[in-house]
């Protein structure tokens, strides 16, 4: 390890905050140099207890997650924050709204916050947060929340990083709660619904109750419903309570050893096609070399299998090989 490494990853691992800003935004802009570190990181994590929250834009999720910072830092445990938003253009508005919410925490040493917004990156988002959550890890969190839009493929797939997924929903949603259905209701591993001084929490909680009866998944873990009001703080204790429960549960049931190891593999999957593409990329793609193969493929020219084949002859695998 060279001298500068070692270093650094001193400074992470002592919880150092500025050592830690600068780590994440290495891993985010993804160069070559940020792989020695997660190497060695990697020996150095493993104790972090991951809360992914996620649901609808506007639904309370940061509102909520400063309150659940807060009540964790009562508790002394060190916390680790990762706000995702790929899709909202206003982001940077949004990132600032909760800088200025964050404050106290933005204040101690113990809370570390952190946005990632990156769009188009090679490896996709879900490769990052986690990446983000390794060096939160290291750097001695004892829980790290995950912020995400309730969204699309992006956040089901950081959902699957976390230990505990909780989903978010609001009185009102009326047909929101149909759309949701189809990703992410499925990833819940509680359910929260915030704005509960608004008219409508409980038909939002009959609803959920509905769904969970006709598509009901482990027969030992009954998916809790709570109801929160993040802006003063109601029920975040309970929600802290059942997310704790949850986490006694994974201990002790299979399904917690299923996860790792499902987390473990999708991971690893996902860095080889990172790492295979990354390689062929790095030496055949240009946007040009794309758009003339694509004209090809539009002229029935050449069909996209042997371009295909082509493109991996030139990088060095071998023809039949894959
Ligand atoms: N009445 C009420 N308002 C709330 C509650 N929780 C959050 N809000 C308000 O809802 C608005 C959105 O809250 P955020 O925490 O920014 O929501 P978010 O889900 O993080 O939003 P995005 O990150 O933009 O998707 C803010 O004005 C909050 O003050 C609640 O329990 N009750
Ligand atoms: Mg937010």
């Known amino acids: 390890m060279s001298h500068s490494l070692d270093e650094q990853v001193e400074n992470i691992c002592s919880g150092d905050r500025r050592a830690v800003a600068r780590a994440i935004s290495q891993v985010e802009n993804g160069g070559p140099s940020s792989i020695p570190l997660l190497k060695t990181l990697f020996h150095k994590a493993g104790r972090a207890f991951v809360i992914g929250i996620t649901g609808s834009p506007g639904a309370g999720k940061s509102t909520l997650v400063e309150k659940l910072a807060t009540e964790y830092r009562r508790q002394n445990k060190r916390v680790g924050i990762v706000a995702v938003d790929p899709t909202s253009p206003f982001s940077g508005g949004a990132i600032l709204g909760d800088r200025i919410r964050m404050q106290a925490l933005a204040n101690d040493d113990g809370a570390y916050i952190r946005s990632m917004a990156t769009r188009g990156q090679l490896g996709g988002l879900a490769p990052a ?104 703080g109601e029920g975040v204790c309970g929600l802290v309570e059942a997310v704790e429960s949850f986490r006694h549960f994974l201990e002790s049931h299979p399904m917690g050893a299923d996860r790792r190891r499902e987390r473990a593999r999708l991971h690893l999957l996902a860095l080889l096609r990172q790492r295979l593409f990354e390689r062929v990329a790095r030496q055949q793609f240009d946007k040009q070399s794309i758009d003339r193969y694509v004209g090809d493929i539009l002229e029935r020219l050449r069909d996209p299998h042997s371009i295909v084949e082509e493109i991996m002859e030139a990088s060095g695998f071998r023809s039949g090989s894959v």
Do not use: H
Not at 131 to 156: F, P, Y
Not at 219 to 230: E, G, R, S
């Open 129 to 232: 947060a986690y990446d983000a959550t390794l060096i939160l890890d290291a750097a001695g969190c004892d829980v790290v929340l995950i912020e995400t839009v309730g969204v699309g493929q992006d956040e089901v797939e950081i959902a699957r990083l976390a230990d505990a997924t909780v989903v978010m929903l609001v009185p009102g949603m009326g047909d929101d709660i149909q759309t949701f259905k189809a990703g992410i209701m499925e990833i819940a591993d509680l359910f929260v619904i915030n704005k509960a001084d608004q008219p409508g929490a409980e038909q939002v909680k009959n609803e959920i109750k509905l769904m969970l009866s006709v598509a009901p998944r482990s027969a030992d873990w009954q998916t809790p419903i709570l109801k929160t009001v993040a802006t003063t």
